[in-house]
């Protein structure tokens, strides 16, 4: 039988080994996500597309955690933001007539159904509460 330092200590190694293993593959998945975000961001560039921290992440594939987590990644995205994007992008973006009186008519039928239903839910609170002193005054 080993002694028990002998023991400890290849517990010890194996731990190590562990470590140096996860940290090896932490590394490979770091490096992984960072060529996932650049190529993403020069994706976006060359679009012509809006360029922020949101968008890259979604086009990389990764949290905006990581990209946080990131400085050089985060200045460079932040450089990048910060230039105009394309006047066919921005135009193209800017709501028309049309559209901006389908959302009125959708956000007024969403206002009048909140108020139809708050009006259901105060008739309930006034019934319970009328219940409620009912049943107190019964005690």
């Not at 959302?103 to 206002?111: G, K, P, V, Y």
Request: hydrophobic letters at 40%; zero cysteines; charged letters at 25%.
């Amino acid at each position: 039988m080993l002694s028990k330092t002998i023991q400890e200590r290849r517990l010890m190694l194996a731990k190590e080994d562990r470590l140096a293993n996860l940290q090896a593959a932490n590394a490979k998945k770091t490096e992984a996500a960072r060529g996932a975000v650049l190529r993403a961001f020069d994706h976006l560039v060359a679009t012509a597309a809006a360029v922020n921290i949101n968008a890259v992440a979604a086009e990389a594939g990764v949290s905006r955690g990581f990209i946080y987590s990131q400085p050089e990644l985060r200045a460079k995205i932040a450089d990048a933001s910060k230039l105009p994007t394309s006047k066919v992008r921005s135009s193209s973006s800017t709501p028309n007539e049309a559209s901006l009186t389908s959302r009125l008519e959708t956000a007024l039928d969403t206002i009048g159904d909140l108020k139809s239903e708050n009006r259901e839910l105060k008739q309930r609170i006034e019934n319970l509460t009328a219940q409620l002193l009912d049943q107190e005054l019964a005690i």
